[in-house]
């Protein structure tokens, strides 16, 4: 049953009583959220609430849900939750980003992802007239640091260093090598090297193949990269495998040299105690190899001199090599990027040597060789180059 009030106001003249009026009758916009009424005197954190109960999976993933739940708690709901919608101007959104930037960059650009769609939701609804989210000013980028892929001398002392590791042994600092005391590491850090350095694969999509997604008795062998382990970021989340590549992007197959082939081939003959998932990396009792122990594991093989060198290095080595042998498509391909521009932005190392075009630029020096102070037929000179 529809049910109307009379709404009135004043005003010192008939244009101020009809803006206080629409004021009057903009906070009185009911919206029925199923748990709560919305309007300019609602709370922000119970916008917030309405937004990430319209945002739950699968309408997002889980983990992309989880991480903008988490940054709105620790970042956004402490400074501008408990103000009401109608309270919250561009100015305090700003200062909220800037703030949040000025620690950490990349939460700053997710806080203002967040704060778009919830004030974006408002004006959906009718509370706001406009978002004060998207008057704020922009964020500086941070400065990237220069693509940079691991030369043939780097790779000989990251191999080195795992290889050391792999042994239980500790280099000291005047070169003496000691035993670490405890059980021996397994050969798990050293053939996860092999697999990214042959696959140009995410560390969690490494660590998520299963025997299933590899086919050794094809030639060449093949491996599909069809998933990819999600880190628990909220309490009571546990280490899982998602069954797609990171942002739904779609599965790629791709070729393995033989010396990874040779890796899968081993791991595949050795016993195992329990592998309920099938997995080609498994703890001792049966869960999926966490990318975070094994990133702590390879910090501390390689040790500080070499930090610069990450699991995600050898993607970008990937890429940079394979450039370089086949082009930018080829690279693109074997990464499974959607498009090259990814891979040429992100991934592959600049050149720091140009080619040799000293034949091209002959033609200028023939020139001045051959003018005498006057000005010459380039096009002709070029010609006579190329004759001789």
């Not at 090297?193 to 999509?205: H, K, N, P, V, Y």
């Not at 309490?235 to 393995?256: D, F, I, S, W, Y």
Request: charged share 25%; with cysteine.
């Amino acid at each position: 049953m529809d049910i109307s009030r009379l709404v009135e106001a004043n005003g010192p003249s008939a244009d101020s009583a009809r803006r206080t009026l629409q004021s009057k009758l903009q906070s009185r916009v009911y919206v029925d959220t199923g748990a709560a009424a919305l309007t300019q005197k609602s709370m922000v954190k119970e916008l917030a609430a309405h937004w990430f109960e319209l945002k739950k999976p699968p309408n997002v993933s889980q983990q992309t849900y989880n991480h903008y739940l988490d940054v709105w708690r620790r970042l956004c709901e402490p400074r501008i939750g408990e103000l009401t919608i109608s309270e919250v101007t561009v100015g305090k959104i700003d200062g909220l980003l800037r703030e949040i930037h000025g620690r950490t960059p990349s939460f700053a650009r997710h806080a203002k992802v967040l704060c778009r769609g919830i004030f974006g939701e408002a004006v959906r609804l009718d509370i706001i007239n406009r978002s004060p989210a998207l008057e704020v000013g922009r964020l500086k980028s941070a400065k990237r640091e220069p693509t940079r892929a691991v030369s043939d001398a780097v790779f000989a002392e990251v191999l080195r260093a795992i290889d050391r590791y792999s042994r239980g042994e500790t280099l000291l600092a005047d070169g003496s090598v000691v035993v670490r005391p405890g059980p021996r590491p397994s050969a798990d850090l050293r053939d996860a090297l092999i697999l990214l350095l042959a696959t140009g694969a995410r560390i969690g999509e490494v660590l998520a193949i299963k025997y299933d997604d590899v086919d050794l008795d094809t030639a060449p062998p093949q491996l599909t990269i069809c998933g990819t382990l999600v880190t628990p970021r909220q309490r009571g989340e546990t280490l899982h495998r998602q069954t797609h590549r990171k942002g739904g992007a779609p599965n790629v197959t791709v070729l393995l040299p033989q010396f990874a082939a040779a890796v899968l081939q081993r791991r595949m003959n050795e016993p195992t105690f329990a592998n309920p998932h099938g997995a080609v990396f498994v703890t001792s009792t049966g869960n999926w190899l966490s990318p975070s122990n094994l990133r702590r594991s390879w910090r501390a093989a390689l040790g500080p001199e070499l930090s610069w060198v990450t699991p995600h290095s050898c993607r970008r080595t990937v890429a940079t090599l394979v450039k370089r042998e086949y082009g930018i498509e080829a690279a693109q391909e074997q990464l499974g990027h959607g498009s090259t521009a990814i891979t040429e932005a992100h991934y592959i190392e600049r050149a720091s040597v140009a080619r040799d075009v000293r034949a091209a630029l002959t033609t200028y020096g023939l020139a001045f060789e051959q003018s005498d102070g006057k000005v010459m037929d380039l096009e002709r000179i070029s010609s006579n180059n190329e004759g001789q």
